[in-house]
């Protein structure tokens, strides 16, 4: 029963990101997102750890200590911050994410939300949640900074603006 459950959770996610990066023009971005959840490493775990409401990495997080699906998964899909980090004699420091990744970004956290939320979505969702999580994230300063001015403009001035100011960003 999980498995139909968290593939249609995994395909309704892809669909309302392939709609929200075609509009910012980010049409192969928006084909290939997320593709590896349909690999064994992730989907497996998706399917053990489903609930409905939420991400079945925290679940698997809550269980085993760490999520090997979110490492898997955030190791191959470069719209994550966590992929832009990287290790030197100064320890683990994040890297500001290139603008088309950043752009893929936004849309899979508004999407995440839209599909988790349901029907209790609103465009401020996707700022809460960014700003309930800002302090413990390694995310590079500048991409922080962008992340809530274009977060705070989906709340403030709405999806169709917002999408829009996001393409001509990627343009720059």
């Known amino acids: 029963m999980n498995f139909f459950k968290h593939l249609k959770t995994v395909t309704r996610h892809r669909r309302a990101v392939r709609k929200l990066c075609f509009k910012c023009g980010l049409i192969r971005q928006g084909l290939m997102h997320d593709l590896s959840k349909f690999s ?3 989907f497996r775990a998706g399917v053990k750890y489903y609930q409905g409401n939420r991400s079945p990495q925290a679940k698997e997080r809550e269980e085993l200590g760490f999520s090997a699906a979110w490492l898997h998964h955030k190791g ?3 719209h994550h911050f966590e992929y832009w980090t990287d290790s030197g004699a100064g320890g683990i420091r994040p890297v500001e994410m290139p603008k088309k990744y950043f752009a893929e970004m936004v849309c899979d956290r508004i999407a995440a939300s ?3 939320k349901g029907k209790e ?7 809460e ?3 309930s999580r800002k302090d413990s994230a390694v995310m590079h300063p500048k991409t922080a900074e962008n992340l809530e001015y274009f977060l705070t403009m989906l709340k403030n001035e709405g999806e169709d603006k917002t999408l829009k100011a996001l393409k001509k960003f990627v343009k720059m």
């Open 40 to 42: 064994r490493a992730e």
């Open 76 to 78: 191959r899909n470069k």
């Open 114 to 116: 839209k599909v988790y």
């Open 121 to 127: 979505y609103n465009e401020g969702c996707p700022l």
């Open 129 to 131: 949640y960014f700003l």
